[in-house]
């Protein structure tokens, strides 16, 4: 009898519940701004301690002078005194390192990452600028005819970095008027490039020189950079014109 007038009473307190008007409760928030000083941060001073070595080191490193440029350099296509300046640094430098001869230095454009290079003291951070990407510079030999193939992709994109002493003339986005190392192209003969790993890995549309034999120099072409212009200690800007197009 207990349990049975139990249940009736849940019954019942079910049904006044489920009755029970619902009410609805609102409640104001007032939004708020909250300065953070960045001033007001402790500085935790025992990892200042272990950074600020590394960091003096660091900055000691890329403020060293490596030499002077003359005249401010511009990148520009198809021919300028940075894209000069930039391939013949790799075939020179290259050579000043190794003291083996190529025939011909070319870069890819895209591997200049700043637009001019201001006349004043060339810094070890300023290279970095240039030429921030790790590519390696790689030796290869190819015939004329494959060189040309080469010089042809060149052409299409309107023009790249190539070493003093070679050129063409870009004519229907095609390179004629070919000269290697101071000498008309010859088709049969075989020639030395010096290439960065993008390119000679195929880059820029360039497969047909994965095969190749090569040199894998295990030299940064930035590090190359470097060792010319220590060479030279002033960079005088070529201004001479090395491809064209013809009009």
Partial sequence: MYHK??????????????CHKTQTYYSYHEARTYRIDERSRAEDTAVVRIIQPYKNALDGKMNEVVGYNAAELVKGKPSSTMTNWMADGVREGYEIISGKKVDVALQN?????INSLAAGDITVGKMYEVMPFENYLVVMECSGEVLLKLLNRVALYGGWPISRGSGFVMRDSMAAAVVINQKPLDLQATYTLALPDYVANGGDDCSFLKDLPREDTGLLVRDILIAYVRNKKIIQPDNETRISQLK
């Fill in 109 to 113: 454009y895209g591997g200049i990452r």
């Fill in 5 to 18: 007038g139990k249940l009736i009473f849940a019954v019942l307190l079910a049904t006044l519940l489920s």
